[in-house]
């Protein structure tokens, strides 16, 4: 069996805390709540650049170092305790945004050792490609792909690929998902 995770909100907590520290420390920096916030809706459509959003608020550059410092506690623990029942070879981390950011996050939480491969792809339709890929590889293996948002699921091809099962993730811990990969 293949694990492909995502990263943002399922394995590390994007929205729930990176986006707040990000907030505090453009708040610190004198920029209010509001006017990130507000700003940030009319970017958060496209890829979503954490470096060219502090930018624009011309703060120190400095910032983003320190978000990603303070992110490297952010990582899912449930999940990581179902990565290590799980060898290895046998799990992916399939991320969409920007390559060196993702990167950047990836590292500093350390989850990078506990994968084989990492694949970060720069638009959304890529993901369903890489995902349909692995399923391709591994035509005898079930594989399973976890991500919190479904229009991710909506275009796979499920019946030239029948051993790809998709879980939505909402916050299940570590044994809900058991459950519901070994259902
Ligand atoms: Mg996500």
Redesign the pocket.
């Known amino acids: 069996m293949k694990y492909i995770f ?5 394995l590390f907590y ?1 929205t729930k805390r990176l986006k707040e520290i990000m907030y505090m420390h453009l708040e610190k920096a004198g920029v209010p709540r509001n006017i990130s916030e507000a700003y940030y809706k009319t970017v958060r459509t496209n890829q979503f650049r954490l470096k060219d959003f502090l930018r624009h608020f011309s703060v120190d550059e400095s910032i983003y170092e320190k978000i990603l410092e303070e992110s490297k506690d952010f990582i899912n623990e449930e999940l990581i305790i179902l990565i290590k029942k799980i060898k290895k070879e046998n799990c992916y981390i399939v991320t969409y945004g920007d390559k060196e950011q993702q990167l950047d996050k990836i590292k500093i939480t350390g989850v990078e050792a506990l994968v084989s491969r990492i694949i970060i792809t720069e638009d959304a339709y890529s993901k369903k490609e890489t995902v349909e890929e692995i399923c391709a590889k591994y035509k005898d293996e079930k594989v399973i792909f976890i ?3 479904v229009q991710y699921f909506k275009d796979l091809d499920f019946k030239k690929y029948p051993n790809l099962k998709t879980i939505l993730y909402t916050g299940q811990n570590a044994k809900k998902l058991l459950e519901e990969i070994n259902k």
């Open positions: 995502d990263f943002d909100d399922v994007n991500d919190d948002k």
